[in-house]
């Protein structure tokens, strides 16, 4: 080993939780020597998990690229930046001028949300290339959030998150937070505070499909049939009318509609949902009694509760209950984080809606915040007479990812031209006739801009550039920004001074609209940084709700941050926010939002299809296919690096015993799952950690295209893709694909 070994401190940016490390640094070498978790983090307390070694293994894996590449007849050949992206802007301009805007298509994966700069220069290629076709992982994750966000409070990236250090009562719902290190819920170590709950005498309830580890670690672990949650929390919220207990706190001055709401939920009973949804009514009575009687209690819920028949209705619900009871907006309920940079992320202003402005071209699906849902992508790229012929992919693996991934491999054949930014020849950058990979974290300095609005308490974190990339590398904001300038004919430095200027007339505004005079000149002799990105970030921090405000009152900046002895500032506990933040027109809160209500017929049109139904496993092979989350995994993007694929399979059918007597499956043979769309051979585990009628495949699998260049997931764990078992299916009120509760047929083999 070399003499040359250097202690740092960064920021994990593998998963939401941006945990605090430190690192031994081999100069001489240029290696990460050792990766542990720093004591000294005032949030996460030397408390790391799996993830924490992924992107020194993504540093160092051998088969990431490290130079653009084209695809020929001979295979992939390198070659330079200028003819990489002179040859896409003409390509894409070409397509764009002969066949319209709409003739081209962006996806967006979600490793973007853990690069500052890629997201600064994202809208500027958004803009230049002008497309309605634009999708991401966000249509398979959270759009019914993001939604009920902008109809009750105005900006769809206000999401309310669980204080838990403060709460008495924590109920988790379609969330596995010990595993997926939270979401939407920035907490290090989600298993510690739910200990800490539990030791001061609080609570915590898990209530889903399968007995979790969040479960496992929960005081009381309900059953819920998958796709009922939203009768659940309806009958919740009637049970709460029914106390006639209604408690709206300090926002009792800003709700509309509370009446119309207790119409709207009578329906729903704790008896009439009971046999729907698999909890007894007794038990759903004693759980909004434990509710009631907590001092103080988050209600909390996730990716579970979105990619469902009826995820807009069941994140309302989830929202409403916390307004209902007065745990909104409370110390110990659900709260809205302060972010350092002063902002909640590109939402519009309230009377804007973020839905419903254009639609699909084949099937007239309606956007949601600016996306169509990905599980469109096939049948959009080959609409006949209105064809996608030129696709970009950032960071993403649809074709893994994404409902009827199948559909999508075969579509991506009958574009004209592919471009993708990834670091990786996968099973879907392999279909581009260009690739452009890009530095990875080590590589360039970073900020948790994204999940520092989503985070448990305050904080403002930076990583600095560990190493200097190898020649040939840029960083993916960079080549955002070089592909936004040729599109727009523009030079880079242009480009650049345009979204600076753009900046800096924001923050001129948001003085302004705080109480204090700001000019152009005065930013621009005080702002600092190495880069514009960072430039970027101290224009944000020193005009947000901690900055210095460029020198009228005491403050942070970004060189606050880069000179802290840790990679993390504590900002503080969450903080009251309402009604300050409103941004609805009306300044104010309706229950019974057109964005809710009218779902409502559809959502009792399915109750009374569905009321009495028999819950239980009948002789039939009839179940209903669920997701599941590992610790060692990050949706497909870690399945190459050998320490995460290796031991047991964890691609498996999890089912439980008595289904498996009931069907003649026995542990760890396989088993042919059929849905409407498709089959696959897979191992069955039986557990009794499932519920009933339910079986749980995990995404992110399916490595079983040649092409790829990614050996380690090929060879040691290829498994299926459960995304190709889904249909085309979408909780319609808000253009959500929907994957669980998704029915299926299980046979032996």
Same mark, same amino acid.
Request: proline residues 5%; glycine residues 8%.
């Given at each position: 080993?070399?003499?040359?070994?250097?202690?740092?401190?960064?920021?994990?940016?593998?998963?939401?939780?941006?945990?605090?490390?430190?690192?031994?640094?081999?100069?001489?070498?240029?290696?990460?020597?050792?990766?542990?978790?720093?004591?000294?983090?005032?949030?996460?307390?030397?408390?790391?998990?799996?993830?924490?070694?992924?992107?020194?293994?993504?540093?160092?894996?051998?088969?990431?690229?490290?130079?653009?590449?084209?695809?020929?007849?001979?295979?992939?050949?390198?070659?330079?930046?200028?003819?990489?992206?002179?040859?896409?802007?003409?390509?894409?301009?070409?397509?764009?001028?002969?066949?319209?805007?709409?003739?081209?298509?962006?996806?967006?994966?979600?490793?973007?949300?853990?690069?500052?700069?890629?997201?600064?220069?994202?809208?500027?290629?958004?803009?230049?290339?002008?497309?309605?076709?634009?999708?991401?992982?966000?249509?398979?994750?959270?759009?019914?959030?993001?939604?009920?966000?902008?109809?009750?409070?105005?900006?769809?990236?206000?999401?309310?998150?669980?204080?838990?250090?403060?709460?008495?009562?924590?109920?988790?719902?379609?969330?596995?937070?010990?595993?997926?290190?939270?979401?939407?819920?920035?907490?290090?170590?989600?298993?510690?505070?739910?200990?800490?709950?539990?030791?001061?005498?609080?609570?915590?309830?898990?209530?889903?499909?399968?007995?979790?580890?969040?479960?496992?670690?929960?005081?009381?672990?309900?059953?819920?049939?998958?796709?009922?949650?939203?009768?659940?929390?309806?009958?919740?919220?009637?049970?709460?009318?029914?106390?006639?207990?209604?408690?709206?706190?300090?926002?009792?001055?800003?709700?509309?509609?509370?009446?119309?709401?207790?119409?709207?939920?009578?329906?729903?009973?704790?008896?009439?949902?009971?046999?729907?949804?698999?909890?007894?009514?007794?038990?759903?009575?004693?759980?909004?009694?434990?509710?009631?009687?907590?001092?103080?209690?988050?209600?909390?819920?996730?990716?579970?509760?979105?990619?469902?028949?009826?995820?807009?209705?069941?994140?309302?619900?989830?929202?409403?209950?916390?307004?209902?009871?007065?745990?909104?907006?409370?110390?110990?309920?659900?709260?809205?984080?302060?972010?350092?940079?002063?902002?909640?992320?590109?939402?519009?202003?309230?009377?804007?809606?973020?839905?419903?402005?254009?639609?699909?071209?084949?099937?007239?699906?309606?956007?949601?915040?600016?996306?169509?849902?990905?599980?469109?992508?096939?049948?959009?790229?080959?609409?006949?007479?209105?064809?996608?012929?030129?696709?970009?992919?950032?960071?993403?693996?649809?074709?893994?990812?994404?409902?009827?991934?199948?559909?999508?491999?075969?579509?991506?054949?009958?574009?004209?031209?592919?471009?993708?930014?990834?670091?990786?020849?996968?099973?879907?950058?392999?279909?581009?006739?260009?690739?452009?990979?890009?530095?990875?974290?080590?590589?360039?300095?970073?900020?948790?801009?994204?999940?520092?609005?989503?985070?448990?308490?305050?904080?403002?974190?930076?990583?600095?550039?560990?190493?200097?990339?190898?020649?040939?590398?840029?960083?993916?904001?960079?080549?955002?920004?070089?592909?936004?300038?040729?599109?727009?004919?523009?030079?880079?430095?242009?480009?650049?001074?345009?979204?600076?200027?753009?900046?800096?007339?924001?923050?001129?505004?948001?003085?302004?609209?705080?109480?204090?005079?700001?000019?152009?000149?005065?930013?621009?002799?005080?702002?600092?940084?190495?880069?514009?990105?960072?430039?970027?970030?101290?224009?944000?921090?020193?005009?947000?709700?901690?900055?210095?405000?460029?020198?009228?009152?005491?403050?942070? /900046?970004?060189?606050?941050?880069?000179? *802290?002895?840790?990679?993390?500032? +504590? %900002?503080?506990? @969450? !903080? &009251? =926010?309402?009604?300050?933040?409103?941004?609805?027109? /009306?300044?104010?809160?309706?229950?019974? *939002?057109?964005?809710?209500?009218? +779902? %409502?017929?559809? @959502? !009792? &049109? =399915?109750?009374?299809?569905?009321?009495?139904?028999?819950?239980?496993?009948?002789?039939?092979?009839?179940?209903?296919?669920?997701?599941?989350?590992?610790?060692?995994?990050?949706?497909?993007?870690?399945?190459?690096?050998?320490?995460?694929?290796?031991?047991?399979?964890?691609?498996?059918?999890?089912?439980?015993?008595?289904?498996?007597?009931?069907?003649?499956?026995?542990?760890?043979?396989?088993?042919?799952?059929?849905?409407?769309?498709?089959?696959?051979?897979?191992?069955?585990?039986?557990?009794?950690?499932?519920?009933?009628?339910?079986?749980?495949?995990?995404?992110?699998?399916?490595?079983?295209?040649?092409?790829?260049?990614?050996?380690?997931?090929?060879?040691?764990?290829?498994?299926?893709?459960?995304?190709?078992?889904?249909?085309?299916?979408?909780?319609?009120?808000?253009?959500?694909?929907?994957?669980?509760?998704?029915?299926?047929?299980?046979?032996?083999?």
């Amino acid at each position: 080993m070399s003499n040359n070994i250097e202690t740092l401190r960064r920021i994990c940016p593998t998963c939401e939780a941006c945990c605090g490390l430190i690192m031994q640094v081999d100069r001489d070498q240029n290696k990460i020597v050792s990766i542990k978790g720093d004591p000294d983090d005032h949030r996460s307390k030397g408390y790391v998990c799996a993830k924490s070694q992924a992107f020194n293994y993504i540093y160092e894996d051998t088969e990431r690229l490290r130079h653009p590449v084209k695809k020929t007849i001979d295979g992939w050949q390198e070659i330079s930046w200028d003819e990489a992206l002179d040859t896409i802007a003409a390509k894409f301009s070409h397509i764009r001028n002969t066949h319209g805007k709409d003739a081209l298509s962006i996806y967006v994966g979600n490793p973007l949300g853990h690069d500052f700069a890629a997201g600064v220069y994202l809208q500027a290629l958004m803009t230049a290339i002008g497309t309605e076709r634009f999708f991401s992982a966000g249509t398979v994750d959270q759009m019914p959030q993001q939604r009920v966000c902008w109809g009750l409070i105005g900006h769809e990236w206000l999401f309310p998150v669980p204080d838990l250090s403060r709460t008495d009562m924590f109920i988790c719902m379609g969330a596995n937070p010990l595993v997926s290190q939270g979401s939407i819920l920035g907490t290090p170590n989600v298993k510690g505070a739910m200990l800490d709950i539990q030791q001061r005498g609080g609570k915590c309830v898990v209530i889903d499909p399968r007995r979790t580890a969040t479960a496992e670690a929960a005081d009381q672990h309900l059953f819920i049939k998958p796709g009922t949650d939203a009768y659940f929390l309806m009958a919740f919220a009637n049970t709460l009318f029914e106390r006639n207990d209604i408690r709206l706190g300090h926002l009792s001055d800003y709700i509309d509609n509370v009446d119309g709401l207790k119409a709207a939920v009578a329906r729903y009973t704790p008896e009439s949902t009971a046999s729907l949804t698999g909890i007894p009514a007794q038990t759903l009575r004693q759980l909004v009694t434990d509710y009631y009687a907590a001092e103080t209690a988050a209600l909390y819920g996730r990716i579970g509760l979105c990619t469902q028949e009826f995820g807009l209705a069941s994140h309302w619900m989830l929202m409403v209950i916390s307004l209902l009871t007065g745990n909104f907006d409370r110390e110990g309920g659900m709260m809205l984080a302060t972010a350092p940079t002063g902002g909640s992320g590109p939402g519009g202003a309230g009377d804007v809606k973020p839905y419903g402005r254009w639609h699909s071209k084949v099937r007239g699906v309606p956007e949601t915040c600016g996306e169509l849902p990905a599980s469109l992508m096939a049948e959009e790229i080959t609409a006949t007479g209105n064809e996608v012929r030129g696709l970009l992919t950032i960071c993403g693996n649809p074709v893994l990812s994404v409902p009827r991934g199948d559909k999508i491999h075969t579509a991506l054949d009958t574009l004209d031209f592919m471009v993708a930014l990834d670091i990786y020849i996968n099973e879907t950058t392999s279909q581009a006739d260009i690739i452009l990979p890009s530095t990875v974290h080590p590589e360039h300095s970073n900020i948790d801009v994204t999940f520092q609005n989503f985070t448990t308490r305050n904080y403002l974190s930076f990583s600095p550039k560990t190493f200097e990339p190898a020649p040939g590398l840029k960083d993916l904001g960079e080549i955002i920004l070089e592909l936004a300038a040729r599109m727009s004919g523009l030079s880079r430095d242009e480009m650049d001074g345009f979204i600076y200027q753009g900046m800096v007339d924001m923050v001129v505004k948001r003085a302004e609209e705080h109480g204090y005079s700001l000019s152009a000149d005065t930013i621009n002799e005080q702002v600092s940084g190495d880069s514009s990105p960072e430039r970027f970030a101290d224009l944000m921090i020193r005009s947000g709700p901690y900055g210095d405000q460029f020198g009228h009152r005491e403050g942070i /900046s970004l060189q606050a941050i880069k000179d *802290h002895p840790q990679a993390s500032m +504590d %900002l503080g506990p @969450l !903080q &009251q =926010r309402l009604p300050g933040m409103l941004r609805t027109p /009306s300044k104010r809160m309706d229950l019974m *939002h057109e964005a809710f209500a009218n +779902d %409502l017929p559809r @959502l !009792q &049109q =399915r109750f009374v299809e569905r009321s009495g139904q028999n819950l239980e496993a009948d002789s039939s092979n009839d179940m209903l296919l669920i997701g599941r989350r590992h610790v060692r995994d990050m949706n497909s993007w870690l399945h190459n690096l050998k320490p995460y694929v290796r031991g047991s399979n964890r691609c498996t059918a999890k089912v439980n015993p008595a289904d498996a007597e009931r069907l003649g499956l026995t542990h760890e043979a396989d088993v042919r799952v059929v849905s409407s769309v498709g089959e696959a051979v897979i191992p069955i585990e039986i557990s009794d950690e499932m519920m009933p009628g339910v079986v749980s495949i995990p995404h992110g699998f399916g490595h079983v295209y040649q092409a790829s260049k990614q050996s380690n997931a090929l060879s040691i764990s290829p498994g299926i893709s459960c995304n190709n078992l889904i249909d085309e299916s979408l909780d319609e009120a808000s253009s959500t694909c929907l994957v669980n509760g998704v029915p299926v047929k299980l046979f032996a083999v």
